[in-house]
Nanobody, 123 residues
């Protein structure tokens, strides 16, 4: 089965940090761009940040620039999202996905997904 498994979510106070991880299963991550999406209750799924096969990173949300860092380790078939200075507005289910369509922001361009990990930012 081709999928990701995410981990690292949890409950954190505003200003806190979390490091999300997703491990690819059944396919080799080297050949894909990887995007972290998030979906809050009642809202559309939105692309947060993408890292290309080359290692170049893109931030699709202005609100996370300077706070979030995306990275990958192809040897481990794994990608990461380091989230610092978290805000209540960052509360969502975070999902990683893989595409060959150059960091598309459209979820329909991603054939491989994980189940998501819940991030809750609250005091």
């Amino acid at each position: 089965q081709l999928r990701f498994v995410e981990s690292g979510g949890g409950l954190v106070q505003p200003g806190g940090s979390l490091r999300l991880s997703c491990v690819a299963s059944g396919f080799i991550l080297d050949y894909y761009d990887i995007t972290w999406f998030r979906q809050a209750p009642g809202k559309e799924r939105e692309a947060v940040s993408c890292i290309r096969r080359s290692g170049e990173s893109i931030f699709h949300l202005e609100s996370v620039k300077g706070r979030f860092t995306i990275s990958r380790n192809n040897a481990w078939n794994e990608a990461f999202l380091q989230m610092n200075n978290l805000e209540p507005e960052d509360t969502a289910v975070y999902l990683c996905a893989a595409t060959t369509n150059d960091c598309s922001t459209s979820p329909s361009m991603y054939p491989y997904w994980g189940q998501g990990t819940q991030v809750t930012v609250s005091s």
